[in-house]
């Protein structure tokens, strides 16, 4: 599937394929005029948050088999380190979470004794 090709928005939920119409006045775009929108600018159309956005990025790179093109983002650098930077917080914010819980018990236990 060549960035060209149009988009394969019957294989999108409805929530993204009617964010994606909408986005582009009706028309079905080709996957280069998808890949080639920011991520903070998807972000501004309604019905587009990050699992939205995560399907719609996942599916500009998919292949007609199912696989991915490495590499075949469309995004600058700057925006692929911007998302890494992103993702690397929330996973500490996980952590850090997952972390407090894990404690909270053993301080109990050394209130209640």
Same mark, same amino acid.
């Given at each position: ?76 650098? #700057? %925006?692929?380190? &911007? @998302? /890494?930077?992103?993702?690397? !917080?929330?996973?500490? *914010?996980?952590? #850090? %979470?997952?972390? &407090? @819980? /894990?404690?909270?018990?053993? !301080?109990?236990?050394? *209130?209640?004794?």
């Amino acid at each position: 599937m060549g960035l060209d090709d149009p988009f394969p928005i019957e294989k999108c939920s409805g929530r993204v394929r009617g964010a994606i119409l909408t986005e582009f006045q009706g028309r079905c775009p080709t996957i280069r005029e998808v890949a080639s929108i920011s991520d903070a600018q998807w972000l501004t159309v309604p019905n587009i948050g990050p699992t939205t956005l995560e399907e719609l990025r996942s599916m500009a790179q998919s292949d007609p088999d199912g696989g991915s093109h490495p590499g075949a983002t469309g995004m600058p650098d #700057g %925006e692929l380190v &911007s @998302r /890494l930077n992103r993702l690397q !917080r929330e996973l500490n *914010i996980i952590v #850090g %979470e997952i972390r &407090s @819980r /894990l404690s909270a018990p053993s !301080r109990r236990r050394r *209130i209640e004794e």
